[in-house]
């Protein structure tokens, strides 16, 4: 079972969702920033929504297809949707909301079903409580089971664990590999949060002001983004104008000016001496030293003076002046050991294939 769609869909005079995917069997993480066009794709998929062309399967289903005329009912089309707001029926208690989509079934099948999925996600001591009387964790049980108990073609979901700890989310996320594992369905996961992409996907298409600008695997689409948006929601917190120097064919790099004027080498990139490039580098893949570094592999040592230290749960936030502001992410213990204070002068030590050349789409159009 697999999704292929072409969708465009013009939702405004500014703004117009032109996507074309597919999704096979297991969760595809829809990643992007606010107004990339994520719940969009989701509601053409479901039918709530009608695409001005385009082509929509699932599997040997044809759901839409602008040239053919298709245009199936949402509630013919076979899928499982859950949203932010979850949607349960308050007055109903949760077998009564799982039995919601069953009307149509034998009363024995209906058992059936809403005792197996109610089991699969551990729901099934809840059946008599209504949403209002059991956790947030397991109100988003109870949607996903209801979602499920259908036996969907496609499961779509539009950030429904957001507002969960890291814990319960990723524990609701095994129980829905441990069903689609029996099931093989397409699910698509709408997000914003690189980390949930890093923990719950398999695949993701990275969306950006309507358009698809990269798919695969979340290691190859996140950690080497090609386009600034993406690289800022996938965690590069430091992204800085840079001016080519030169190039080392041979070695792969490149070196270049940062305002400020230290230097820095970088992967090579197709810009000639003297192209302004854009860098980009996680906060966490820089090292901090209390004194001139040797002796080490990594190509880049920048001198600096810390600015500012913040603590943010287990981390802390180093803001340093090295021409350029840098942040950095370091252990407490680590500011301890190095007696990091502001106006403290230190090093930051970056590997070269920790950087990333970038380009902002906006400035080039």
């Not at 709530?48 to 929509?56: F, N, T």
């Not at 899928?79 to 949607?87: H, I, K, N, R, W």
């Not at 036996?151 to 441990?178: C, K, M």
């Amino acid at each position: 079972m697999t999704l292929a769609a072409t969708i465009r869909a013009r939702l405004s005079h500014d703004f117009t969702l032109d996507v074309r995917f597919e999704a096979p069997p297991g969760v595809t993480m829809v990643f992007g920033e606010s107004g990339s066009g994520k719940t969009t794709i989701l509601r053409c998929l479901a039918g709530l929504h009608r695409p001005d062309e385009g082509r929509i399967a699932i599997g040997a289903l044809v759901a839409f297809d602008s040239g053919l005329r298709i245009d199936v009912a949402a509630r013919r089309r076979g899928l499982g949707y859950v949203s932010q707001d979850l949607a349960l029926f308050p007055h109903m208690t949760v077998a009564q909301n799982l039995q919601y989509g069953l009307a149509r079934l034998p009363a024995t099948e209906r058992r059936r079903r809403i005792g197996a999925i109610a089991a699969q996600f551990r729901i099934d001591h809840l059946l008599a409580r209504r949403p209002g009387g059991i956790s947030g964790g397991e109100r988003q049980r109870a949607a996903l089971a209801r979602a499920l108990v259908t036996d969907p073609q496609l499961l779509l979901l539009d950030e429904p664990l957001s507002a969960l700890d890291h814990v319960t989310r990723s524990r609701i996320i095994e129980d829905l590999r441990g069903w689609n594992a029996a099931h093989a369905i397409p699910v698509l996961y709408v997000t914003h949060s690189h980390r949930e992409v890093f923990a719950l996907g398999e695949r993701v298409i990275a969306l950006e002001r309507g358009r698809v600008v990269a798919e695969g695997r979340p290691q190859e689409v996140l950690d080497t983004p090609a386009h600034e948006p993406l690289a800022q929601l996938a965690g590069f917190e430091n992204v800085f104008d840079a001016t080519v120097l030169g190039a080392d064919a041979a070695n792969g790099t490149m070196r270049c000016l940062l305002p400020g004027g230290a230097e820095l080498e970088v992967p090579l990139a197709r810009a000639a001496p003297g192209a302004g490039i854009r860098i980009a580098i996680r906060a966490g893949d820089i090292l901090l030293a209390a004194g001139e570094p040797s002796g080490l592999s990594a190509r880049n040592a920048l001198r600096g003076e810390v600015r500012s230290i913040e603590r943010e749960g287990a981390a802390a936030i180093v803001m340093v002046d090295a021409g350029c502001r840098f942040q950095v992410h370091v252990t407490p213990a680590a500011v301890e050991s190095l007696g990091l204070a502001g106006g403290q002068p230190v090093w930051l030590v970056v590997k070269t294939y920790s950087c990333r050349v970038v380009w902002n789409q906006s400035r080039e159009s």
